[in-house]
């Protein structure tokens, strides 16, 4: 998906973000601790955090926004 929409529509290669909910955030954080190099940021509303491990090596830092409840 990423290798698509980057070919075919004019995207910021800096500024790609992921949004999730619920299964979707969790997904959000496994998605931006693998690819850390191409996203930038993550929102997650009421998801887990995505078996982040601390012996993980991460690439780089992403910005992260967790919201849960109202």
């Given at each position: 998906?990423?290798?698509?929409?980057?070919?075919?529509?004019?995207?910021?290669?800096?500024?790609?973000?992921?949004?999730?909910?619920?299964?979707?955030?969790?997904?959000?954080?496994?998605?931006?601790?693998?690819?850390?190099?191409?996203?930038?940021?993550?929102?997650?509303?009421?998801?887990?955090?995505?078996?982040?491990?601390?012996?993980?090596?991460?690439?780089?830092?992403?910005a992260?926004?967790?919201?849960?409840?109202?």
């Open positions: 998906l990423y290798q698509r929409a980057t070919s075919e529509y004019n995207i910021d290669l800096n500024r790609v973000y992921v949004v999730g909910m619920s299964n979707g955030a969790y997904f959000s954080h496994l998605l931006a601790r693998e690819r850390s190099d191409k996203i930038a940021a993550i929102a997650c509303h009421s998801g887990g955090l995505g078996a982040m491990k601390k012996d993980r090596k991460i690439k780089n830092k992403y992260v926004m967790l919201i849960h409840g109202v």
